[in-house]
């Protein structure tokens, strides 16, 4: 059996500033590095191959949370945003003509300016997940979580999402057939040593 946990990557400052990251590059903040270091791995997902994406605020939730680097894969990157980096969603949504929408009106065909779609996201996700044996685990952003997660569901990003995607969990899929289980698994609090 293929499985496969997600985990969302820790805050950045344009997380708490409701901005739009796509690709930009943002690190984690300092408040995220230090709640990410008194997490660990549940047992057995310690023994998981572990991927992140190449940007760097995944790169270090997988060090942070796992301990060793992570495998990079493009096929992770977050979604792009193209014309939309950088802009908060609250603001899009308040000019009528930009074209932004509530992700329950989405569609698999939305389309930023000059960016992905979920569509194109799935497809350049396809040959990732089909290479995948045994357990891994993948710290990547939101973007790429939902649209997994809403193949696994059945969700064609029309009306209010099924599930809802929390920091500090791991959302954990049978690759064959996909299959989402039924609860996110917390990380554990890292053990003090004195």
């Given at each position: ?11 950045t400052s344009w997380n708490r500033a409701g901005k739009i990251q796509g690709r930009s590059d943002i690190p984690l903040d300092a408040d995220a590095r230090s709640e990410l270091a ?34 990079p894969s493009p096929a992770l990157m977050e979604m792009n945003w193209g014309a939309w980096e950088g ?108």
């Amino acid at each position: 059996m293929t499985r496969l946990a997600l985990l969302r990557h820790g805050h950045t400052s344009w997380n708490r500033a409701g901005k739009i990251q796509g690709r930009s590059d943002i690190p984690l903040d300092a408040d995220a590095r230090s709640e990410l270091a008194g997490y660990c791995l549940p047992p057995g997902w310690d023994q998981a191959k572990l991927w992140s994406s190449p940007l760097e605020r995944a790169v270090e939730t997988a060090r942070l949370v796992a301990g060793q680097d992570p495998v990079p894969s493009p096929a992770l990157m977050e979604m792009n945003w193209g014309a939309w980096e950088g802009k908060r969603g609250a603001d899009l949504i308040e000019t009528p003509d930009s074209g932004y929408r509530h992700i329950e009106d989405w569609g698999w065909d939305f389309r930023p300016p000059n960016g992905e779609s979920p569509a194109d996201l799935w497809t350049r996700l396809q040959p990732w997940l089909s290479a995948l044996r045994h357990d891994n685990l993948a710290v990547c952003h939101i973007g790429i979580m939902r649209v997994i997660l809403a193949k696994a569901w059945g969700w064609d990003f029309q009306g209010p999402a099924p599930f809802k995607i929390k920091r500090n969990r791991l959302f954990v899929l049978d690759l064959d057939p996909m299959r989402l289980h039924a609860n996110p698994v917390r990380l554990i609090p890292r053990e003090v040593t004195l």
